[in-house]
Every structure is written in C-alpha cells, then in structure tokens.
C-alpha cells in the first residue's frame, strides 16, 4: 500500500463501535436470525468476529516480539472459520456479544499504543506474513464484509466512516490477486479503482507483488467504477461486479473465487 494512505487505526475503532452500538441493541430474535452468510445466524457471524479478533491480537504481539506466528499454515478459508466457532456454540448472544466488546478492547489497545516501527513488522494474516499495518486492513475490511451480511439479511444500509470505507474498498482490490496466481506464469495488470460515496481512487499494480498507490494511470488503463460499499460487496465475492467491470477485474478477483471455491 502506498505510505500516502491514511493508517487503518482511526477506521478500526470508529468500525468497532459502531459494531457495539448495533450489537448491543440485539435481543434473542435477532441473535438467532439468518444472514447472508449461508448457515449462519446473527450469532454465527458475531462469534466468528471474536475469533478472528482473538487472531488478530496474538499474531500483531507474536509480529512486534519478532517471532511470527505460522498458526494459518495450511489454512483453508472455506471451512476452517466455521469449525473455529465449535468452543462457542453454546454461548448465547449475549455473551457472544460481551466476547466480542472484550477481544475489541484487547485489539484497540494494542493497535493504540503501534510506534511507526511497530506498524512496520512483520506478522500472520490470511495473506501469509505481512506488515502489521495490513493485518488491520485485513481486519478491518473482514469485519466491514460481515457486518453487511448482517445488515444486508435485515433490510439495514451499508455504513462506514470515510477512511473506513476507502481502506476496505483498497484491501478489496488487492486481496483476490494477492490470494492467487500472479505474473510471470499468472495474472499481471493494472486496474484504475475509481469508487464514490465516498470518494476513493486508487491504482493496482499486479506483476510478480500487488501494489496499491494513492496516483492515476496511463490514459486507457482498464478502470473499475461504482459506489465505494458496491465495489468492496462485489470484490468480496458478496455480489456481481458492474457489468461493465473491465476483464482485468474479473482476473484480479479470481484468487479469491479459488480460495473460497
């Protein structure tokens, strides 16, 4: 990501409480009520964002004290979320809810007190072993997706500060080419990013790396246009991409399509 970006931390915790501000308003209707996640309720979806807030942590603290983790070796990102939910299958809402305001707490705290040298280090994500910066991006953009399969399921809007909406949509776009095959034997390209309400634009650079940077294009680079919370949903395999999204898109989003195939 290019260095003119603004950090994920401000987006991370406005995110997180407008989570609890929504959460904390859910009764035992809602809890038990399905999302756009097949198989999952309200529940299921709060739960899973515990875990991974749990992850979060512990890979950031494993990063800043130089040791890595290499917990998501052989990770499969299309059936090992759902067995990480068996320890708290029996917990009710609530109490998923008070998990999750905890595991928050942990999370800011920590991402509150990064130096600049700490946002640098190296840690685990998804991604394999990446800055500390785009572990929060990773974060942040995961938790935006599952928020709106909740929103989405029950007639609400997508929501999202500014900065918030701009780094997932700049995740969004890097992360499908960087889960796949990229040049010199796999997919190589640039896409211009252009998304509005609110305004974010940006360019991907795939060749042998993915590269995000905060400038324009040579004039006829291919370009991806279309509402900010549209363009993250559709990038994240949550709905079509616009029809007339360049071929270059529908390459860059491919890794992900396998991943989660």
Known sequence: MDATFPRPDRALAGQRRRHEDLFGRFRSPHWDAPTRCDGWTVRDVVAHLVTVNRFWSTSIRAGLDGAPTVALDGFDPARHPDKLLDGLRDADGPAIFEQYRATNAELLDL??????????????????????????????????????????????????????????????????????????????????????????????????????????????????????????????????LPADAPAEVHEMRRGLETAFG
């Open 111 to 240: 991402v509150g007190g990064l130096s600049d040298a700490g946002w640098s280090r190296t840690a685990e994500s998804p991604l394999g072993h990446v800055a500390v910066d785009r572990v929060i991006d990773h974060a942040l953009w995961d938790a935006w997706v599952h928020e709106h399969d909740i929103r989405l399921a029950h007639g609400m809007d997508a929501v999202g500060g500014d900065e918030e909406l701009a780094a997932c949509l700049r995740f969004a776009a890097a992360v499908g080419p960087a889960m796949g095959d990229i040049g010199p034997d796999g997919f190589a390209g640039t896409v211009v990013v252009h998304g509005t309400d609110p305004e974010a634009r940006f360019t991907v650079e795939v060749s042998t790396a993915v590269a995000v940077f905060d400038r324009g294009a040579a004039p006829g680079t291919p370009e991806l246009r279309g509402r900010t919370p549209e363009l993250i949903d559709a990038l994240s395999l949550r709905s079509p």
